[in-house]
């Protein structure tokens, strides 16, 4: 008996995904990472790392540092801080710490 050809995975848009629910960090199926369509200012504990997707981000560290990135930048988050968007908004994956 002939076995069925292997199917490759559904794609997912990732920032579209994201802005279905502003603000709101969803988790990506089967990874651990979740995107998140920033539209305001949103707090983050210490661990892990966000690269920016879409658009620019501020990050704002609890130390007083901050640094900007752009799309396609990324950057470890070793201590408590804050996300906000440069320009209105903007999309971001994170990943959780140890991965």
């Given at each position: 008996m002939p076995s069925l050809p292997p199917h490759a995975p559904a794609a997912l848009n990732v920032?579209?995904?994201?802005?279905?629910?502003?603000?709101i960090a969803v988790w990506l199926p089967a990874t651990n990472l979740r995107?998140?369509?920033?539209?305001r200012p949103t707090l983050g504990a210490a661990g892990g790392a966000v690269i920016c997707s879409?658009?620019?981000?501020?990050i704002d560290f609890e130390s007083g540092a901050f640094l900007h990135l752009r799309q396609g930048?990324?950057?470890?988050?070793p201590s408590a801080h804050r996300l906000l968007p440069a320009r209105g908004s903007c999309?971001?994956?994170?990943?959780a710490q140890g991965t």
């Amino acid at each position: 008996m002939p076995s069925l050809p292997p199917h490759a995975p559904a794609a997912l848009n990732v920032l579209r995904l994201a802005k279905v629910t502003p603000d709101i960090a969803v988790w990506l199926p089967a990874t651990n990472l979740r995107a998140l369509h920033l539209t305001r200012p949103t707090l983050g504990a210490a661990g892990g790392a966000v690269i920016c997707s879409e658009g620019e981000l501020l990050i704002d560290f609890e130390s007083g540092a901050f640094l900007h990135l752009r799309q396609g930048e990324a950057c470890a988050l070793p201590s408590a801080h804050r996300l906000l968007p440069a320009r209105g908004s903007c999309t971001v994956l994170l990943v959780a710490q140890g991965t």
